[in-house]
């Protein structure tokens, strides 16, 4: 089970590029690095899952009025708070529990599943921003998880932006569809960083590009097992 993060003050005021805003500084107070961490926040766990990114500024802004910063830094468990994320998170909830790990939607089991869910952007953009420049200003979020995850086994890139965010961060140069295609992990020093589809429906329709819907859904189901052999290999 994860005790819980103190999130140093670099990271709290940690500048975003332009287009960008730092959570922290909008009225966000934690306890969480990640909004996304009320789904799945185990920092003792060996699974890091990273999306692209969290909800655009605005989104987040608009239920900070509507219901005060716990609310707006969690994710959406189908409570009317947001309009985005349901079916992401429903999804990866079934994938998970497939390969093992005790994952449901409302997040009681958030502190010992296992696994830790957060974004490769941790800032937030304006909404039609493309998220290359906050993906790269994120370094030091990323480098301060992998000092607090000591278990970290396997990194689940969820989508192209988070997988080339990855890359980027290490000095690696693999692509996600090559990756994916070949459904076999980066290795990097103890990590092996894997290329995944995100869980929504535009991330499953990138799976395979000329194909039905259930033989995406088959592609990614043998996608997350492979995830599931690598995490049970000692």
Same mark, same amino acid.
């Given at each position: 089970?994860?005790? !819980?993060?103190?999130?140093?003050? =670099? #990271? ?23 909004? %996304? ?23 987040? *802004? ?12 969690? @994710? ?24 093992? &790990?005790?994952?449901?939607? /409302?997040?009681?089991?958030? /502190? ?12 937030? *953009?304006? !909404?039609? !921003? *493309?998220?290359? *420049?906050?993906?790269?200003?994120? /370094? ?32 690696? $140069? ?8 070949? =459904?076999?992990?980066?290795? $990097?020093? $103890?990590?092996? #960083?894997?290329?995944?589809? @995100? ?7 990138? &799976? ?12 990614? %189901?043998?996608?997350? &097992?492979? #995830?599931? =052999?690598?995490? =049970?290999? !000692?």
């Amino acid at each position: 089970m994860s005790k !819980r993060l103190s999130i140093p003050k =670099r #990271i709290r005021e940690l500048e975003p590029p332009s287009g960008f805003e730092n959570p922290f500084a909008m009225g966000i107070r934690g306890p969480h690095l990640f909004a %996304t961490e009320t789904l799945c926040g185990d920092w003792s766990g060996d699974l890091l899952l990273l999306a692209q990114d969290f909800a655009p500024a605005s989104a987040v *802004k608009a239920v900070l009025e509507d219901y005060g910063p716990e609310a707006a830094w969690r @994710h959406n468990d189908g409570d009317g708070r947001y309009n985005i994320g349901l079916q992401t998170n429903s999804n990866l909830c079934g994938l998970l529990t497939m390969i093992g &790990r005790a994952v449901e939607l /409302k997040g009681e089991a958030s /502190k010992e599943c296992g696994v830790l869910y957060g974004n490769a952007c941790f800032f937030l *953009k304006d !909404r039609n !921003r *493309k998220l290359g *420049k906050g993906v790269s200003a994120s /370094k030091p979020v990323f480098e301060f998880v992998l000092s607090k995850m000591p278990r970290l086994k396997v990194i689940g890139c969820l989508g192209d932006c988070a997988f080339e965010g990855v890359m980027g961060w290490l000095g690696l $140069h693999n692509s996600w569809r090559t990756q994916i295609d070949m =459904r076999k992990p980066v290795r $990097h020093n $103890h990590l092996q #960083i894997f290329a995944l589809a @995100h869980p929504g429906q535009l991330g499953i329709n990138n &799976r395979l590009l000329s194909a039905t819907n259930s033989e995406r859904v088959a592609a990614i %189901t043998a996608d997350w &097992r492979a #995830i599931g =052999r690598a995490l =049970r290999a !000692r």
